[in-house]
């Protein structure tokens, strides 16, 4: 099988020899992505708090919707009808689409997140359930039963329409035993294939499909399943399941896969996004990142902040009651500039949701800002000290 | 007593000798204020999911916050310390605070819309008591005691720093009797002389006072408190107090003291504000409205509408959840230009905050829309079919 990707390229620009990160430039119908970039999460077809016209004004570049929530709600037949993501939602910039996969997961197994924080999570209620031929589950909306496998998820994106495209995957659980992991991976594998097919059949010049590296924590999984991402035709590699309990471990997953992944293809590192993520990952060669974080911690109050130890400060804390200072007027935005801590410690406290939209947009452009200085510094070989200036010790 | 107000002016431009409708411009140091307008409520120093910048680019001319809201939380002082509401919101144009006395009357008697709409209203805990001295009540932030009378309302409303300020008084309640009324309105003038000799105390040319015409249902004591208002140096008239069960008495009261309000004051009208009390209102001289309603619609999934009975639609109904159709491209404010009914459908369905913003700066267009067309009406002498245009039968 062989599948071309005429209106897409991705052009690696340089290679840092030092840290081994790489700048680039993808293009897809919608524009071009320089990276490294973040891809910010627009789970229902928007960023939370924020419209389109914040998110330029924050310079973003790219965005990704969840297949299986829009496949819920409103349907995809509906974004389909309304011209795809991009006409539905007036973001008329590049976006990818996941494949599904992960909620399937999470309904299964619970997060990575609830497992490393210790959570106690119970199997949620919605998934019937996963075999071979695919993942059943009920809509959250409604009840009804719907089906997600490889062939519906190609569907179901091709109908929204978004640049970027990731295979049907099953991404497994910390805790789940070598033997589960090693099982579901090749399923993945499998799932692999049955998407590029179907991805092949109304392949129309307008996606481009990503594969997916499984294998959990597991070495020899890890490098089977990169070994078969990157000899398929796939536009790009991305890297999921479950990462580890700890940084450590994450990073030494990505030490594995690092000389196995395809070189000339972008590499998406999915749901991982701190600043000390990016520092550390696109040493192993990611270009994007993508993870809710920004707008998450927005909703409890926190602000990103270049050079604060931790990342973040929490605007509900008492000492910004009474402080003038804007939260960072380099980044020449009003939210970022205009208004004072106090103002939007007072707007939190007062459960105002004019806090949510100023923090979000605040940490988007905290976000951009960082991939724009990262990109710099690649190209400089200044990586290291941007570190510092970023996350002081 | 005499108070000049220097900075401040009502300039009458024009009165439509058919409807008895007039024009002018309130001048303040923030700025002009062409009237008839609308003054869109900030409750706590912020219009809810709407930025300064919003309100700017949907044709906005003045604001509001509340007194009562603001000495809660964040308190006055640190208003102040900020330089004021108009530096602390980033809203840079003309302000209006109210008294706090409205909040004193909802906490004792729930509000008129609770009566007129028979629900099962109790007395809100917060309030302690109310007497000649002020209004005693406990925080609902923190439980502390707090007080407010003429003086405290003066200086809360001189540290807030709004152009355009309101006396202290009392509202009373659609079921209560005529002597309650009346012991009422008379301590509600005993309270405008206090806030008169309050204010003037610190009196510094940045502030301009309203008095409020109180006086229920009854016109005799309508006729008595115009007559005060009338009679002392404020600036404006506020008309407060319940305005009873239907839009036949509203009116009905208004008919009662439009020859004794000051002709040569702005008139505003306390808390009212759907699209035809805007119509009929004007006729009865009022210059101001202000009303939550626009913005408080919004977050129930309502969009205003020029030329739909009932002023508006509901963008959950199931109807919209195809519609290709913008909310109404001709107000040219991005949000009511380039977003389908369909995507505002499936953001409320889905729970998307995003849904708010598009529908409240919406709104608010809508309503600036109509105050200026309600301005060229006046002066052409067409406002009986501006009103039809609007509000078909």
């Known amino acids: 099988m062989n599948i071309s990707y005429p209106n897409f390229s991705f052009d690696i620009t340089h290679v840092d020899p030092v840290s081994g990160a790489r700048t680039g430039v993808i293009t897809t119908p919608h524009g071009q992505v320089p990276t490294p970039n973040y891809i910010f999460c627009g789970t229902k077809a928007s960023i939370k708090n924020l419209s389109p016209a914040h998110m330029r004004e924050a310079g973003t570049d790219i965005m990704l919707s969840n297949t299986y929530h829009l496949m819920i709600q409103p349907g995809a037949d509906i974004v389909q009808k309304m011209g795809g993501l991009q006409a539905f939602t007036g973001w008329r910039g590049p976006m990818l689409t996941d494949s599904g996969g992960f909620q399937v997961f999470s309904m299964g197994h619970g997060s990575c997140a609830d497992e490393i924080k210790g959570r106690n999570t119970k199997k949620k209620e919605n998934l019937i359930r996963i075999d071979e031929t695919g993942a059943y589950f009920r809509s959250y909306m409604d009840g009804r039963q719907m089906c997600l496998n490889p062939e519906i998820s190609m ?70 399943s990169a070994d078969y991402v990157a000899g398929r035709p796939f536009f790009g590699t991305a890297i999921g399941g479950c990462l580890g309990g700890s940084d450590h471990e994450m990073y030494g997953i990505l030490e594995w896969i690092r000389s196995r992944n395809h070189a000339a293809r972008p590499i998406h590192f999915l749901g991982i996004g701190r600043m000390k993520d990016v ?50 007027p380099s980044l020449e935005i009003p939210f ?26 605040h940490n988007v452009a905290v976000i951009n800002r960082l991939m724009r200085d990262v990109r710099s510094a690649i190209q400089s070989g200044t990586l290291e000290s941007l570190r510092k200036e970023y996350l002081p010790e």
């Not at 500039?337 to 923090?359: T, V, W």
Request: charged fraction near 25%; proline fraction near 2%.
């Open 155 to 224: 569907e179901v994106q091709r109908k929204l329409g978004a640049d970027l495209v990731v295979q049907m995957d099953e991404c497994t659980a910390y805790q789940v035993t070598k033997d589960y992991t090693a099982k579901s991976m090749e399923m993945s594998m499998r799932w692999g294939d049955r998407s590029l097919a179907a991805f092949e059949k109304t392949h129309d010049g307008t996606q481009a499909l990503y594969g997916v590296v499984q294998g959990g924590v597991y070495e020899d999984l890890r490098i089977t």
């Open 336 to 361: 970022s500039r205009d208004y004072s801590k106090a103002y939007i410690h007072h707007l939190l406290k007062a459960g105002e949701m004019l806090a949510y939209q100023i923090l979000s947009q």
């Open 279 to 328: 520092f550390e990952g696109v040493k192993y060669g990611i270009d994007t990142f993508d993870c809710v974080m920004p707008t998450r911690i927005a909703r409890h109050g926190m602000a990103l902040m270049k050079g604060v130890k931790g990342e973040r400060i929490n605007l509900l804390n008492a000492r910004f009651r009474d402080d003038p200072e804007p939260l960072d």
